[in-house]
């Protein structure tokens, strides 16, 4: 037990020493202008700052001119300790406006999970749009997952995490 014990604290402290941060604070994030490519995230509701009508609508690249936090970690769905990228759900809701105190999120297939507002950190969760560098597709959980550093906290790793962490996310409304 006790190997591992220090594994999993060892693992943890190699999920907080691989953590970046993009260029961009949240304050300075900003909504950018309608999506030329696909749109692959739509954020609605309480949200002052809009794109397309009363939307936001992100397509990859707009999601990538967020600012951006990456960090390794295993998960129950993935074997091994992959690396994420993406925009810090936090942000994203500083940059747009929001103003409501839960945001519900929605896959492809309808399944939808409320997340508190005050429950976001600002490393954690994230809107993942990268694993290990590369896009990944709706067969492997695309093509966005909110993701939590499972490793680096207990609190991270249980059932109410874990079903918040929405795999095909398509909408984020805003309550």
Known sequence: MFPYTVSRA??????????????LSASQAEVPPAPSGQTILFVDGAIANTNVGSEAQFDLESLM?????????????????PTFTGVPLKALLEALGAT?????????????????VDSLNDDAP???????GKSFSR???GP???????????????????????????RLTVK
Do not use: M
């Open 10 to 23: 060892l693992r943890g402290l190699a999920v907080i020493a691989t953590v970046t941060f993009g260029s």
């Open 65 to 81: 001119t967020q600012p951006s936090i990456t960090f390794t970690t295993s998960t129950t769905w993935t074997e091994g300790t």
């Open 100 to 116: 409501g105190t839960t945001v519900t999120a929605t896959a492809l297939n309808n399944y939808a999970i409320d997340i508190p």
């Open 126 to 132: 994230i809107v993942a749009y990268h694993i290990d």
């Open 139 to 141: 067969r492997d959980k």
């Open 144 to 170: 966005l997952w909110i993701v939590y550093p499972y490793d680096s906290s207990a609190d991270y790793r249980n059932d109410l995490v874990y079903g918040r962490s929405i795999w095909q996310l398509e």
